[in-house]
């Protein structure tokens, strides 16, 4: 994250770009992103000199009118049901709540983060394949079930792949008999 552009700085750089430079070469000179420079332009074309003015209200986080019954609300219900998201309880807060500005989900599940209230997910350990030593020792056998052909008719087939080499090593094709 950089430190936001002097007044004067961006003063500059509009000055420049209507003296006839190129946005481009504006930011090579003063060694800025060419997305900050646009944003520059782009704020002094839709509010004037007034739009340069760097606005710090608008940085951190934001505070919501009623957020701290909210906050305790939603922080009970993850404590009595650990097992609800914060999607789920949102939902809940918004029927309970109609009336009053309800955070988003990402908000909610920060708080529920910084209070210890998040069950981390429980991760399956992949299963150890077996080393193959040799050509032939394992094969890989994978079955396609009902392809339509061009007859409109079914069929299935076998792929079958030595593990070792790779090498594919037959596919056979069947008609599939319906029932």
């Not at 704020?43 to 007034?50: A, H, I, S, T, V």
Request: charged share 30%; glycine share 6%.
């Amino acid at each position: 994250m950089g430190i936001a552009l002097s007044l004067s700085k961006r003063r500059l750089i509009v000055k420049e770009k209507l003296g006839g430079k190129t946005l481009k070469s504006i930011a090579q000179e003063h060694q800025l992103s060419y997305s900050t420079t646009c944003n520059i332009w782009r704020l002094f074309k839709q509010k004037g000199l007034e739009g340069l003015k760097p606005r710090y209200n608008n940085c951190g986080p934001k505070t919501i009118k009623g957020s701290y019954k909210i906050y305790r609300c939603s922080k009970w219900l993850k404590r009595r049901h650990p097992k609800w998201g914060a999607p789920f309880i949102r939902t809940i807060l918004k029927e309970r709540y109609p009336k009053q500005e309800i955070p988003a989900v990402r908000t909610m599940q920060v708080w529920f983060r910084k209070a210890g209230l998040n069950q981390p997910r429980a991760y399956r350990k992949e299963p150890k394949a077996e080393k193959v030593e040799a050509v032939h020792d394992c094969w890989q056998i994978d079955a396609k079930e009902n392809l339509k052909l061009a007859d409109n008719s079914t069929a299935c087939y076998l792929t079958v792949v030595d593990v070792k080499s790779g090498a594919a090593l037959g596919t056979p094709v069947f008609s599939q008999r319906q029932n």
